[in-house]
């Protein structure tokens, strides 16, 4: 998994990972609609309304999950997903913004 650090000292290739990531129109749907939920939202992967078989959506899903922008919070055989909004707010400023407001 990229690690999200915070500071001005951000790797280019995570920066990188993370915009091979949002350049899939699903992948950003899926970070739109966890930027319009609260800070601390767990949503479960089911929930966004993606009309896509259940392989793709782990796909997804996991190459946010490796790219740094989500979180998977496992309880029992049901999978949550986070937004990680306060380490990518710290890493690079406005970048939320700009997605929600672009989308």
């Known amino acids: ?3 999200v650090e915070t500071g001005t000292q951000n790797s280019g290739d995570e920066l990188l990972e993370i915009l091979k990531a949002l350049a899939h129109p699903i992948r950003l749907k899926i970070i739109v609609d966890l930027i319009s939920d ?3 939202a767990e949503r479960h992967c089911t929930s966004f309304g993606l009309t896509v078989t259940k392989a793709t959506r782990s796909h997804h899903f996991k190459i946010l999950k490796d790219s ?3 979180t998977h919070v496992d309880r029992g055989n049901r999978s949550f997903a986070k937004l990680r909004r306060e380490e990518l707010e710290a890493a690079y400023p406005g970048l939320l ?3 929600k407001s672009s989308y």
């Open 1 to 3: 998994m990229a690690k």
């Open 38 to 40: 609260e800070a601390d």
């Open 68 to 70: 740094g922008l989500i």
């Open 97 to 99: 913004n700009m997605l």
